[in-house]
């Protein structure tokens, strides 16, 4: 009877324990919804506030067969103007100087052609009016792809191409590999060149695949200075595999200024046609017709703003001087080339596409090529590169090889398919 006894106040005790948990958990589980709560809704908050900022008052938009909206903002509304020192900024309509010396027509080379060499898709369904700019519509879920609303619209730290570092590896680390021609050991005041667009494979959403111009100015530490200008395939932040245009600056090595396109103020467009972002229109064929664009970025001497032009004579806009350090004078290194970032989820290279996905060996309509490559010297000439080097760390993933003729200047062939059986 006592051994019965005492079971039954241990069963009893054992009862009153797991009430008094069941109390406790009642009590303290609905903080944590609402502290839970309270964060999402601060999250939902801080996208709206963004999404404020980016997506400014439109005169017109317009919708792009390929789902982007297309916003027609009046010049002086554009992000440019929410950078502080631009309250007060008078815009400067066009350059006081262009480049001297164009050593190739690219007007008479696209006449040549029988479809135009560069488009914008959103331009099937209409155009901007004068005195406005065509600004991509940020949308909720781009916010939400990326890795924080401050980050949105952000290089990752370390994403330059450092021919001069001797330990290639260190570069690897941070999982962007590279394909490029470059020329250092000068001043330089712009760079110039045609470049061959395609629509490469990306394996992983958080992978891009780019092709691009880099201005370059200071050290690769944590105060490089680069401008750089091109076409790009990224989904994580465009939620597409569609091949755009796109603008990069920063002023600390990627840390905490700059951004692509018109993601932050700084870059200040004057253009009505072009978007940044937007879908660039045709694009390659593997064996069939060839695309290209062109880009030039130079200084204006007068005003000292970097001035971008796109194709024949669409002057896009300028980065004000103030923006940068070392760029506020000139640029010490010019590089042209391929970037992926090869995300190496199973800890093998992915299969994300560098230009055309193919090795610069098998040549026109099949590898990739930068055409014309040219430089501004510091008489705001344009004039061939003298001294170009090449530059990848795996030559068997991502290759690059220069040449030179009459008609293509200075010109080399790049990228690779990235995972093959001499790139595991």
Known sequence: MAVLVIRRRWMLRLMLLVVAAAAGAAVHFPRAVAASGRSAARHRLEVQR????????????????????????????????DHPFLK??????????????????????????????????????????????????????????????KRYGKKKHRSIPNPMSVDPDLLNESGHQHAIAYVEGDTYYGAKATINVWEPKIEQPDEFSLSQLWILGGSFGEDLNSIEAGWQVSPDLYGDNNTRLFTYWTSDSYQATGCYNLLCSGFIQINSEIAMGATIFPISKYGGSQYDISILVWKDPKEGHWWMQFGDGYVLGYWPS??????????????????????????????????????????????????????????????????????????????????????WGHFFYYGGPGKNSNCP
């Open 322 to 407: 103030f923006l940068f350090s070392y760029l506020a004078d000139s640029a010490s290194m010019i590089e042209w080339g391929g970037e992926v970032v090869n995300s190496e989820p199973d800890g093998e290279h992915t299969s994300t596409a560098m230009g055309s996905g193919r090795f610069p060996e098998e040549g026109f309509s099949k590898s990739s090529y930068f055409r014309n490559i040219q430089i501004v010297d510091d008489s705001n000439n344009l004039r061939a590169p003298r001294g170009i080097n090449t530059f990848t760390e795996q030559s068997n993933c991502y290759d690059v090889q220069t040449g030179n003729s009459d008609r």
């Open 50 to 81: 963004h999404l404020k900022r980016l997506n400014k008052q439109t005169f017109t938009s317009i919708k792009s067969p390929d789902g982007d909206i297309i916003d027609c903002v009046h010049v002086s509304h554009q992000p440019a103007f």
């Open 88 to 149: 007060n900024h008078t815009i400067q309509m066009k350059p006081a100087f262009y480049p001297e010396g164009l050593l190739f027509d690219e007007s008479k080379a696209a006449s040549e052609k029988k479809t135009p060499s560069m488009a914008q898709l959103w331009h099937q369904n209409g155009r901007c009016p004068e005195n406005t700019v065509p600004i991509r519509r940020t949308r909720r879920d781009d916010l939400l792809r990326a890795t924080s609303v």
